[in-house]
């Protein structure tokens, strides 16, 4: 396979969220790779908005970038014991496209939260929400960074060898599915 085109998507729309963190050390550790960060600032899903207007343009080219990719990271933080509510909603617009672009396209998905359970909670629920889309998500190795605010060096990697060993482990096994 040629250089992969990756996207990543964060479920936090802050700049210096640990989840962007966390993808952009997952991508670092995957390698040679052509990396699009996903934006999941849309509006609102509102049924009646879509009768009147349709999809919207930044909605539209998600799905796009969605279909485009060889495979696609996720990253969440745990809001309430769940996914954010910024990831939901781009997922129920996402699922509103023509075109299935989430169909048999190999999926990462990691949590990185500050509580101690590192998000595990909103990674069960969002492989279940990922489920009609019939896409490929990896079942793991599971990456639940714990703590996340302290995990991250000044150079942004990583300081844990136990969470760089799984994080590792995870994109090998993507590479894997990629090239399955």
Do not use: C
């Not at 969220?17 to 040679?32: S, V, Y």
């Not at 049924?47 to 909605?59: K, L, M, Y």
């Not at 509510?85 to 396209?105: C, E, F, H």
């Not at 101690?116 to 190795?141: D, N, Y």
């Amino acid at each position: 396979m040629s250089t992969p085109t990756l996207l990543t998507i964060s479920g936090s729309l802050r700049a210096e969220a640990t989840n962007r963190k966390l993808l952009a050390e997952a991508t670092r550790l995957f390698g040679a790779a052509e990396v699009i960060e996903a934006d999941l600032n849309l509006p609102l899903y509102n049924g009646d908005d879509e009768a009147a207007d349709g999809i919207p343009a930044a909605v539209q080219q998600l799905a796009d970038q969605i279909k485009g990719a060889d495979a696609v990271l996720i990253s969440t933080p745990e809001y309430n014991g769940a996914p954010s509510g910024v990831l939901k909603n781009a997922l129920d617009w996402v699922s509103r496209t023509a075109d299935a672009p989430w169909q048999d396209k190999p999926v990462a998905i990691m949590s990185a939260a500050a509580g101690r359970s590192g998000g595990e909670k909103a990674q069960m629920l969002l492989r279940s929400f990922m489920v009609p889309f019939q896409a490929r998500v990896l079942t793991g190795p599971q990456v639940h960074l714990a703590a996340s605010y302290q995990e991250f060096g000044e150079d942004g990697q990583l300081t844990s060898a136990q969470y760089t060993e799984t994080l590792q482990a995870l994109m090998d096994k993507l590479k894997a599915e990629l090239n399955r």
